[in-house]
């Protein structure tokens, strides 16, 4: 559907569910929804991320299809989060991706791949890329350090500008003149529902209609363990660098160091969470392997090269998955701004904005 008749179709649902508000308890879409009037293209995006399709409103609702209305709140806010997340990514000429998301991940991802084993085998001889190597700096007989520094730096950096310059875009549509990270008391609001997923209760406390219509709190879990596998993987890659350039104690570490156990139980999330979802999507029909699904798949492989890497690093097969690991990390981050990864980026940002707007109503101290 075009971009204009995405956003008509929206505005004439949350028209219809104004004038309704049968599910203004179902989640915090409704109660941003009932203090507008009119819909402007801003507003629309807004509501439209703040949107966790949890299902329970098209369930509830008397005017769903067949009825004539044919209200769709999920199917609908589905398209039109589609579209900002292709309107504000930057630089715009890769928005694009977000069209093919399956093709596109899967085509940077074996070129990363490729492109790491190549350098790789020319960088280092058979011999060496084939030994064993243990203790401290083992990683970088096979690869050197300031290689990686280097290469994951540069595309860090430009993941990361990339992202602040899509949630600028989204937040000046959004709200402008604010100065949000002020209001201590709505940060906190917003974080909590953010790391609680509590809008994916249905309203009811019984969970998600999705994939099917007997409530379920599976997507709400795989969602964390997805989420936090991601955030301990992180954490641990923060504390093997301070444990580098700090400590000068260099990579692999033993099994019961920080390092690797914070890997570990983010890896197992990682393995778990995505799994799970796309279990869950596999239930929902074929027709929901979407975009997401690409990058679903990439962060379950991203852990699981990750583990056996870390399984098999004391044997000859280290040195060919460190660079498989390597390579596919390296299309994962390279895909982040172009995937439905950005959709954690604006949702938390349409918390924040709606947990302003609670403490900014009437009679809200």
Not at 58 to 76: G, I, K, L, M, N
Not at 131 to 143: D, K, L, N, Q
Request: hydrophobic share 50%.
């Amino acid at each position: 559907m075009p971009a204009p008749e995405v956003l008509d179709e929206a505005r004439r649902v949350m028209t219809i569910c104004n004038a309704c508000r049968y599910c203004e308890g179902h989640c915090a879409v409704f109660p941003a929804m009932a203090m507008r009037l009119e819909f402007a293209a801003g507003d629309l995006n807004y509501l439209a991320n703040l949107c966790h399709d949890c299902g329970a409103c098209f369930h509830h609702c008397q005017y769903a299809p067949p009825h004539e209305f044919a209200v769709d709140v999920p199917r609908v806010f589905a398209e039109v989060r589609r579209q900002t997340w292709r309107d504000y990514a930057w630089p715009g000429f890769l928005a694009g991706a977000f069209e093919r998301a399956g093709l596109a991940s899967g085509l940077v991802t074996a070129a990363s791949l490729a492109l790491v084993v190549l350098l790789t085998c020319l960088l280092v001889d058979p011999d060496t890329l084939l030994a064993r190597h243990t203790g401290a700096g083992a990683f970088y007989a096979v690869i050197p350090h300031q290689v990686m520094v280097v290469g994951f730096g540069a595309v860090s950096l430009f993941v990361l500008l990339a992202l602040a310059m899509g949630l600028r875009r989204f937040w000046g549509d959004m709200e402008q003149g604010t100065a949000p990270l002020a209001d201590h008391a709505a940060v906190g609001d917003a974080l909590r529902e953010a790391l609680t997923l509590r809008n994916l209760d249905g309203g009811s406390g019984d969970g998600c209609t999705w994939p099917t219509e007997t409530p379920s709190q599976a997507r709400r879990w795989f969602h964390h363990l997805t989420f936090y596998g991601f955030l301990l993987c992180f954490a641990s890659t923060t504390l093997a660098t301070v444990c580098h350039y700090a400590l000068g104690s260099q990579a692999p570490y033993a099994w019961f160091h920080p390092v690797v156990v914070l890997g570990t139980v983010g890896g197992l999330g990682l393995l778990v969470g995505p799994a799970g979802l796309l279990w869950l999507k596999r239930q929902a029909g074929p027709g929901q392997m979407g975009m997401d699904s690409a990058f679903t798949v990439l962060l379950f492989l991203t852990s699981l090269s990750g583990l056996l890497l870390l399984l098999l690093r004391a044997t000859p097969a280290m040195g060919v998955l460190l660079a498989v690991h390597l390579g596919i990390v390296l299309g994962l981050f390279l895909v982040l701004p172009y995937s439905r990864f950005v959709h954690a980026v604006y949702r938390c940002a349409a918390l924040l904005r709606s947990a302003l707007e609670r403490r900014r109503a009437p009679g809200v101290q």
